[in-house]
């Protein structure tokens, strides 16, 4: 059993998606870096402990928390306001506290009388709680009110004359400090607040340095989005981050925009990887909420794309090395994170470039964490003109809608714009060929070389099979990104085998690819015969991938284990 108070060290935790503390000893108030934990999602259960003190406000930082079990303690206070922010909260439990005060009006907030039963006040509109306009007794409620006006009296009385005192020297302190003092006056006040997580700084610190850097957000801007400005700040040290300001609006846009913000700090805390832009911290405050990444000097692909002078630049082997590098990423998204992690928004504004035009997949604000071998159900995401074409009618999203609009970047990379005509005409070039020619870049000569010809060839094929309308049939993303990987000598072959294909390998191309041997070729028959068969759908589905893959690829002795001749 553990016993004690939780330690402030629980904020390092900030990959946990699951936490249950019940039914041990712990005591004392709840520390405020609870609201670290970000990625947290299942559960919180902290139920059956000894915990005092007050709700923190910070609870509302949880904003992908499902269920929250605070129940059984002595915690006291009101309910914070900032419940309200825990979008996705379904189930809270509070009862068996000393608790107080009006309910948050949120649907979680609007269960049974059972999760918030046995407390010292609490009012609100459910069944057996006493409505809040509403005061536990007459006789009290006139005690108050009398005493309340004596107050009043001595309180007008005491401050008549400092009041007059306090405004003209506030109307003077004010005219002198003017907006610089202003900020100086906020931070003052973050002096005793830990609302800076960063992980490679000081956070105080480099949040001084930004707000100096930026000139409280009034300066350098670099970029525009539809809820967030992004800053060009050089901090003292000489290094130069991009800051990602939430711009919201709107009462209606506040919610969905602080999810997003809490999302892609879950999301990018949990991943590393050369093609993924690098979260260095974050601030989370009711003035301020922004993200500081690293900076990339070439901005975004689209940008790029869309100046000649940019354009020419990215040559036809550095947009191979682009297609690649994004290939790369989202299979490790996709393939090496646990649980698979679907980006969701697959486009040029959201691939950043280096001064080596070296391409980083950003912006995680819609990615999605995935159970293997599910679907999850949910809102369409993502830009017009790269969402795959049945997700905005099941919206059931899977790794196939990164595959979708990964294909439509590679044709948009090679075209040098959006490939809107060629994706609508699709379906009625089924009976003829796509020519290379017909897709390249003007602004760009030939290419100079056979091997890079035939690697821009091969990426033509791979982006059109991952536009097929069934999303079954496009490949995985680790499929596609070991295709890249071949040889040009490899991938002139397989482009050989993909003649009768135009924009998937059906059925009938992977039976053209089979007549290349004597024999038709199924998954039991090329199985190693000294292992046990597959015991699940799972590993018998990337069987078959891999030995469509490596009939497409001519590497059929890989499959075999023996030489087919």
């Not at 993303?477 to 890249?484: G, H, K, P």
Request: charged content about 20%; overall charge negative; proline content about 3%.
């Amino acid at each position: 059993m553990l016993s004690g108070p939780i330690p402030n060290q629980i904020g390092n935790c900030i990959k946990l998606q699951f936490m249950s503390l019940s039914k041990n000893g712990l005591n004392g108030s709840i520390p405020d870096q609870i609201g670290y934990l970000v990625a947290l999602q299942t559960l919180l259960d902290l139920s059956y402990n000894s915990l005092t003190g007050e709700i923190l406000s910070e609870f509302g930082k949880l904003v992908n928390l499902e269920n929250l079990n605070l129940s059984h303690n002595n915690l006291s206070g009101s309910i914070p306001n900032s419940l309200v922010d825990m979008v996705s909260l379904s189930f809270i439990d509070l009862s068996y506290n000393d608790l107080e005060g009006p309910l948050p009006n949120t649907k979680a907030f609007n269960s049974s009388l059972k999760s918030f039963a046995n407390n010292k006040d609490l009012c609100g509109e459910i069944q057996g709680l006493r409505a809040c306009n509403t005061s536990l007794s007459p006789k009290n409620s006139s005690q108050k009110r009398e005493h309340s006006r004596m107050v009043a009296i001595i309180v007008t009385s005491s401050i008549s004359l400092l009041s007059l005192i306090f405004a003209v020297v506030g109307i003077i302190a004010l005219y002198r400090r003017g907006r610089q003092g202003s900020v100086q006056e906020y931070k003052s006040q973050l002096r005793n607040e830990n609302i800076f997580s960063i992980w490679n700084f000081d956070g105080r610190v480099v949040y001084e340095d930004i707000i100096n850097a930026t000139e409280d957000f009034n300066e350098y801007c670099i970029g525009v989005g539809g809820s967030a400005r992004v800053y060009k700040a050089k901090l003292p040290s000489g290094q130069v981050v991009a800051v990602k300001k939430l711009s919201t609006t709107t009462e209606t846009t506040e919610i969905e925009d602080r999810k997003s913000f809490m999302n892609e700090i879950a999301t990018l805390t949990e991943i590393r990887h050369r093609n993924i832009v690098k979260l260095y911290g974050y601030c989370s405050h009711e003035r301020h909420k922004f993200l500081v990444y690293e900076f990339l000097e070439r901005g975004s692909l689209a940008n790029v794309l869309s100046s000649d002078k940019e354009a020419k630049e990215l040559d036809w082997f550095k947009r191979v090395e682009v297609i690649r590098s994004v290939a790369h990423a989202l299979s490790y998204m996709h393939h090496s994170c646990m649980p698979p992690i679907i980006h969701r928004d697959i486009s040029s504004k959201n691939v950043l470039l280096n001064l080596e035009l070296e391409a980083h997949v950003s912006d995680f604000g819609t990615a999605r964490f995935l159970k293997p071998n599910t679907s999850r159900w949910t809102s369409v995401a993502g830009t017009y003109g790269y969402i795959a074409p049945k997700l905005a009618y099941t919206m059931a999203v899977t790794e196939k809608c990164d595959v979708y609009s990964f294909g439509v970047l590679a044709i948009e990379v090679l075209m040098g714009s959006h490939p809107g005509e060629l994706i609508s005409s699709l379906k009625s070039l089924v009976d003829q060929r796509i020519e290379l020619e017909d897709v390249l870049d003007r602004r760009l000569s030939p290419p100079s070389s056979q091997k890079i010809e035939d690697e821009l060839n091969s990426i033509l094929k791979l982006a059109l099979w991952c536009l097929c309308v069934d999303p079954q049939s496009r490949p995985t993303m680790s499929a596609a990104s070991q295709v890249l990987e071949i040889k040009a000598a490899f991938q002139a072959a397989a482009m050989e085998l993909l003649e009768h294909s135009t924009t998937c390998v059906t059925g009938e191309t992977i039976s053209s690819l089979k007549s290349l041997v004597d024999q038709r070729l199924e998954l039991e028959d090329v199985l190693y015969h000294r292992l046990l068969p597959p015991s699940g759908q799972k590993i018998e589905d990337e069987l078959n991938s891999i030995v469509k893959l490596a009939l497409w690829c001519g590497a059929y002795v890989l499959i075999y284990n023996r030489d087919l001749s």
